[in-house]
């Protein structure tokens, strides 16, 4: 089975940027034809935060998200990326990166029971 790894988590103020990534073991599958970003703050429940598919040319965002946060993918489809600007405090979470080979309303957030595979987890904090 398909094996996903983040990196790129970390610390930095409000309004600052990074750049998470998360790689596949192999790439242009349809274990990855889906593949969406997931965090989870200590207390809170998991939620969806972008997904993409279609060889990563479609995508859909969260509002709490949009226009601040952008998947980028590379030419090999393998690694996924999520370009994360102008942070807030409230983005603060461990970040996770998921995969699926079918998901019904992929214009609708992301829906955690709906994914197969998963990253380990790459944490961000943005202080105030």
């Known amino acids: 089975q398909v094996q996903l790894v983040e990196r790129g988590g970390g610390s930095v103020q409000a309004g600052g940027s990074l750049i998470l990534s998360c790689s596949a073991s192999t790439g242009n599958t349809e274990s990855t034809n889906y593949m969406a970003w997931f965090r989870q703050a200590p207390g809170k429940e998991r939620e969806g935060v972008a997904v993409s598919w279609n060889g990563r040319t479609s995508t859909y965002y969260v509002d709490s998200v949009k226009g601040r946060f952008t998947i980028v993918r590379d030419i090999a489809k393998t690694t996924i990326y999520l370009q994360m600007d102008a942070l807030k405090p409230e983005d603060t979470a461990m970040y996770y990166c998921?995969?699926?080979?079918?998901?019904?309303?992929?214009?609708?957030?992301?829906?955690?029971?709906?994914?197969?595979?998963w990253g380990q987890g790459t944490q961000v904090t943005v202080s105030a």
């Open positions: 998921a995969a699926a080979p079918a998901i019904r309303r992929p214009w609708l957030p992301p829906i955690p029971t709906e994914y197969i595979v």
